[in-house]
Nanobody, 125 residues
Framework: QVQLVESGGGSVQAGGSLRLSCVAY????????MGWFRQAPGKERERLAT????????DYADSAKGRFTISRDNAKNTLYLQMNDLKPEDTAMYYC??????????????????WGQGTQVTVSS
């Protein structure tokens, strides 16, 4: 069983940066596609970025392109999300997720098998 634990959230002013981490416990996720998602109050969960198993390729939602960078360190069983130039509309609970499959793109939300508990990001203007 894989347990994902996010950290690194917090409160920041607009224009600031945060780096989120997601550590996997219980099983190696080196063969898992991984991703970052977020959900704001009253809104649906939104995919931000996904990364392939080796970390050589990533895919971003339009809301994340140019400001967010996803990366992973398989030796540390850890996924990262570097977020720059944060805006108030980035305020949300941020989640990491993992799924064991070969192809890591266009994965439906209900296919992601493992989720963390989330870390809150609040951006003030």
């Amino acid at each position: 069983q894989v347990q994902l634990v996010e950290s690194g959230g917090g409160s920041v002013q607009a224009g600031g940066s945060l780096r989120l981490s997601c550590v996997a416990y219980g099983y190696s996720v080196s063969n898992a596609c991984m991703g970052w998602f977020r959900q704001a109050p009253g809104k649906e969960r939104e995919r931000l970025a996904t990364i392939n198993r080796s970390g050589s390729s990533a895919d971003y939602a339009d809301s994340a392109k140019g400001r967010f960078t996803i990366s992973r360190d398989n030796a540390k069983n850890t996924l990262y999300l570097q977020m720059n130039d944060l805006k108030p509309e980035d305020t949300a609970m941020y989640y990491c997720a993992a799924v064991f499959r070969d192809y890591c793109y266009n994965i439906r939300l209900d296919v992601w098998g493992y989720w963390g508990q989330g870390t809150q990001v609040t951006v003030s203007s």
